[in-house]
């Protein structure tokens, strides 16, 4: 199906982040558009004020007619869906165009220059920076992010103009291959994910034909030290960064009073004085490779630094909701033991002397079998952990896998609790927190607002 002939698109899976963004996508190209979502959020709410039809029910009388039309309907499907769901065995059955959510990336990348962000943690945060000091600059630039930009409240850029689409390039389910990138960022290839890849080097094997799908003439910026060797076509270029080595690196970093600034150093044009809008450290080394795809792509020196500055952050990363004297609250969706301990180290370097507390909802079973004495020594970094009990997403319960594991396995000298999630507002009520995150990737982030009017009122 070509996508002049696409009149209705269907979404099955509707509220998914990345999801919503093609959904925005077609809305505004004029197309009906209409879903399923098993559950009512505020970014299913929010798209159907904007004018998709969403609703709540697995049925196929609920589907809009305009939908029913199999030459002129696309469907969109994410992974996590069960294959026996009853609206996608009606779609498969009636002979309608099906797609993962990635083809239909791979088919904008394959139209425009996409500038693709990839890796096991980061790959939101440095995908935003890049998308929105793009946006601002001569060059503009389409986006479809994995996260709600701070900047624009959405996840998702348009351009009339512009021949660039930046994508989060995500590896579950290998999604990553359909895309064909101009040039792409790689973060990070810590192994995740791996109720789908089975071993590390599977995993690491993934990364690597990913590196083969990029155009010629392109380029690959990949993370200094990863494990992952790149296997690149002949006529793509290859640079390194990280915060203090590679092609591409800061200098002078100087981080005082709440705020950070350093020089970019690159093979391109050297940036000096670089203030970060979002002052957190890992940032340093986010802005670095958005800042590098950026300036590969002719964004000038001074629309970088303006968008650095200007740089407001994605909606549980690093998210702070209070932050004074007395208190500070934040949100943050790491659910990967190396983002854990990236968060950690941040608060220490930017409170340093200050007790600094996390509220951990570990996010589903597999990755906490396949992981929990790793996040129990990221978690260990902090002064107290409090756990939740795991939050499912789409698997079933595994036999002896519960956050007691990694309980068990904390540090000797970190102050931990276990609780229930129900119990988090009555004993965030009874105590008095320093520094307080709540990590993970789950449901406990509803909670946030109210855990901020708990602290406010103390």
Known sequence: MELKDIKAVYFIGAGGIGMS???RYFINKGLVVAGYDKTPSELTHQLEKEGMLVHYDESVEDIPHACKDAKSTLIIYTPAIPAEHKELVFFRNGGFEIQ?????????????????FAGTHGKTTTSTMCAHIMHQSHLDCNAFLGGISKNYGTNYILSDNSDYVVIEADEFDRSFHWLSPWMSVITATDPDHLDIYGTKEAYLDSFRHYTELIREGGA????????MIPNVSDGVKVYEYSREEGNFHAENIKIDNGEISFDFISPIENIKDVKLGQPIPINIENGIAAMAMAQLNGCNAEEIKYGMQTYEGVDRRFDFKIKNSKHVLLSDYGHHPKEILQSAKSLKELFKGRKISAIFQPHLY???????????DALSNFDEVIL??????????????TSEIIYDNLKDGVEKDMIKKDDVLNYVNSRDFDVLVVLGAGNLDNYVPQIAKIIESK
């Open 388 to 401: 939740t009990e795991i939050y499912p997403a789409r698997e079933q319960p595994i036999p002896g896998i």
């Open 220 to 227: 690959l910026i990949i993370h200094k030290n990863l494990e």
């Open 100 to 116: 993962k959510r990635a083809q239909v990336l791979g088919t904008l990348t394959r139209s425009h220059k996409g500038l693709c």
């Open 366 to 376: 597999t990755r906490t079998r396949d992981f929990y004495k790793d996040f129990a």
């Open 21 to 23: 963004a093609i959904a």
